[in-house]
């Protein structure tokens, strides 16, 4: 622990440290939820009444809250706090009252109660915007409320009961994908509150106004904290490394050539994924979109798929795509099983469950050398996403012509996310499974072609096995 962090906790009120954030009713917090924050603007418009026991113990917690961050990750809730400093030295120690102090009293819990429920209105409207702007106004997918409540969780059930979300977050910083996630599940529980708070605000009584006006507070610090916890910053502060992330695309060429084969064979005597396996291994597709649905059509010497799309919103994804697998890449064994198929439907029930059997697949997996590699080579879903792409791109498709078969929208994100360096002595040895012409352009979504500057950034990232000059 840094000791910035430690130096933040110390000067905390002690109830201030302890306390967990506010939490709303769960009929209110569930609506809040099934909006997915992208939807429904602010929570309405609140009354403004004051009351000064509400802006006492609003004042109390702006002390305790606003020493818990650092100055430079939490965000005033004023230009000048100065003047609000003061409005609340009249309602709570009453020091400045004049003769008619409970009116200049019950004003300044007005004006301090009014900049509150502002700026929690601007949070919610600020995180409207930013979930509609991901998601293409589309609510979040329950698989994504679903991750993110499992963070929330885990936040709430913490050791330490005095860490803040900053230094919660701050902590996973190592790993960027995970600091990246939980920040922005712990962002998104910050703004389902003050929504769901700002609801019950309105309809409350008078007297239960204090501690609601208190938790929208709570919520507002948490949002801000959030808002401005930094990964470069959170890594400074507690001398953590940077962890490097496990790359699939640089994995899959460690695997063994016979990957594919072996996956099959050891998947076929699995009741629960034998079907849903193969698809996945020969397709490519995303586990969320297994759980989508994937509907499977025998043709004479080919097997139709037609996915609903998975990470889609405004110029990303696909929202539909279809496309024929050549049957003469399959074993006998699964040609006979999807020979009978006419338009059945195969839905996965959990992704988690899904990459568990794929982790227990990893483990029976051998090198070339008869060697198990699952010690060192994790196997992942997403390895064959990869395989697919460098199989159609070294059977000479190009990147805007692979990205709707794998559900993207743009040749940038195949050409540099997508698909590995193959050696000289290997290439020619891999043919692409799909079927080019089966592509239905009817149902694709614009492609972007690949840039100047990616094609540039492709060739440097891939520069396996070249020599690089010294300058000069």
């Known amino acids: 622990m840094s000791p910035e962090y430690i130096s933040r906790r110390s000067e905390m009120s002690p109830g201030a440290a302890n306390a967990a954030p506010g939490r709303c009713s769960d009929s209110a917090r569930d609506q809040a939820v099934a909006t997915g924050m992208t939807g429904g603007g602010s929570a309405g418009a609140l009354s403004q009444s004051g009351v000064s026991v509400a802006a006492a113990e609003a004042k109390s917690q702006k002390t305790s809250v606003t020493d818990h961050g650092a100055e430079s990750r939490h965000m005033p809730l004023s230009d000048d706090e100065s003047k609000h400093d003061d ?122 106004r204090a501690s609601l006006l208190a938790k929208i507070y709570d919520a507002i610090t948490d949002y801000s904290a959030l808002s401005n916890t930094k990964r470069k910053d959170a890594l400074q502060d507690l001398g953590i490394k940077r962890r490097k992330a496990r790359s699939k695309k640089e994995d899959l060429g460690k695997f063994p050539e016979s990957l594919l084969e072996q996956f099959l064979e050891i998947n076929r005597s699995s009741e629960s994924y034998r079907i849903l396996g193969s698809i996945q291994c020969l397709t490519g597709c995303r586990p969320e979109e297994l759980k989508n649905g994937v509907t499977i059509r025998a043709l004479k010497q080919s ?105 993207d929208q743009s040749g940038d994100t195949v050409r540099y996310h997508y698909g590995t360096f193959i050696p000289a002595k290997k290439r020619g040895t891999l043919r692409s499974k799909v079927i080019k012409s089966s592509v239905d352009a009817s149902q694709i979504d614009k492609v972007r072609p690949p840039t100047k500057t990616t094609e540039t950034l492709y060739e440097f990232k891939n520069r396996i096995g070249k020599k690089i000059k010294p300058l000069g």
């Open 87 to 208: 409005a609340m030295d009249n309602v709570v120690g009453m020091s400045k009252s004049e003769p008619d102090g409970s009116t200049e009293t019950v004003q300044a819990a007005d004006l301090y109660e009014h900049e509150i429920i502002e700026k929690a209105r601007q949070f919610v409207a600020e995180a409207h915007a930013a979930s509609a702007k991901e998601t293409g106004g589309k609510p979040l997918r329950k698989s994504t409320i679903e991750a993110y409540a499992k963070y929330v969780s885990a936040y709430q059930n913490r050791g330490d009961p005095s860490e803040g979300v900053d230094e919660f977050v701050a902590r996973r910083s190592a790993n960027s994908n995970s600091f990246y996630v939980i920040r922005a599940a712990l962002k998104h529980d910050s703004a389902v509150r003050m929504q769901t708070f700002l609801a019950e605000f309105e309809q409350a009584e008078v007297d239960a």
């Open 303 to 407: 097997v139709e798929f037609s996915f609903k799309g998975a990470k889609t919103g405004k110029n990303k994804g696909q929202e539909r795509r279809k496309f024929e697998i050549d049957t003469a890449f399959l074993p006998a064994w699964l040609r006979e099983t999807f020979s009978s198929a006419s338009g059945e439907t195969f839905q996965l029930k959990s992704t988690d469950a899904f990459r568990m059997h794929y982790s227990r697949i990893s483990s029976a997996l051998v090198d070339d050398s008869g060697k198990p590699t699952h010690h060192r080579l994790p196997l992942s879903p997403y390895i064959f996403r990869h395989l697919l792409v460098t199989e159609m791109r070294e059977s000479g498709w190009t990147d805007s012509e692979i990205a709707p078969v794998i559900g």
